[in-house]
């Protein structure tokens, strides 16, 4: 009896957490953004204070939240499964002004070594994150 209240429990706390993340990091962003991170974070169980920690700039070595990018990097059609990254996705709403400069960017962080689709994901997005930080990802 006290192990599924405790479930209960639990699962409405986590349910909480996820949408105080979600408010906190989704503000401005397009509904099928918001859509991905709130899916991700439910599929993948992530810790909401991780992907706060994130936004930060703390990027932790976790397994869930390597799940987590990856999840929001395909439901937002930048990357494959396989982690194959989607550049004409990734630059198709941006000025040519900006275009060379983001291509560079994406280049630059793109893993050169064969990785597992969690690792290809989390590698580019934290690099991308500290050289485009006008241009986040999350």
Not at 11 to 35: C, F
Not at 95 to 116: G, M, V, Y
Request: glycine share 2%.
């Amino acid at each position: 009896m006290v192990s599924s209240v405790f479930c209960v429990f639990w699962i409405i706390a986590s349910a909480q957490a996820i949408q105080y993340v979600g408010h906190l990091v989704l503000t401005g962003q397009p509904m099928s953004v918001k859509r991905a991170y709130l899916n991700c974070a439910d599929s993948t169980k992530v810790e909401p204070e991780m992907i706060l920690q994130l936004k930060k700039g703390n990027w932790m070595e976790d397994e869930r939240l390597k799940a987590w990018v990856l999840c929001v990097l395909v439901n937002t059609n930048y990357m494959t499964e396989q982690g194959v990254f989607q550049l004409d996705v990734a630059l198709n709403n941006i000025s040519a002004a900006e275009k060379n400069s983001l291509e560079k960017h994406i280049d630059q962080c793109l893993p050169t070594k064969r990785l597992k689709p969690r690792e290809i994901a989390f590698r580019f997005a934290k690099c991308f994150h500290q050289r485009a930080s006008n241009h986040s990802l999350f």
